[in-house]
């Protein structure tokens, strides 16, 4: 069965940082993709950053030059580093196990989701 267990979400200032992380289990990790998404009040649900299966990273263009998308295979864990953040980047931030890209329809486990607050 996979496990995704998100942590790391905050309030934090406008141009600060926060690092959120994903504990995944029950799957061999590298043989699936892994990605961050979010989802603003009222909007849809959106790819941020995802780790692919043949080791390949995808980014949105709203985020790309300032998050940072790894993963530690020794420990099953994927990081999302968030750099100058803004107002608009919050959100709940959703860890998901897939096949690949920036496609929601290609992952098909999720995690429960971690709020991120951009506010002075």
């Known amino acids: 069965e996979v496990q995704i267990v998100e942590s790391g979400g905050g309030l934090v200032q406008p141009g600060g940082s926060l690092r959120l992380s994903c504990a995944v289990s029950?799957?061999?990790?590298?043989?699936?993709?892994i990605a961050w998404f979010r989802q603003a009040p009222w909007e849809e649900r959106e790819g941020v950053a995802s780790v692919n299966r043949d080791g390949s990273i995808n980014y949105s263009s709203s985020v790309e030059g300032r998050f940072t998308i790894s993963s530690d295979h020794a420990k099953n864990i994927v990081y999302l580093q968030m750099n100058s953040l803004k107002p608009e980047d919050t959100a709940i931030y959703y860890c998901?196990?897939?096949?690949?890209?920036?496609?929601?329809?290609?992952?098909?486990?999720w995690g429960q989701g971690t709020q991120v607050t951009v506010s002075s």
């Open positions: 998901a196990v897939g096949w690949g890209h920036l496609h929601r329809g290609e992952y098909d486990h």
């Open positions: 029950g799957f061999n990790f590298g043989e699936r993709a």
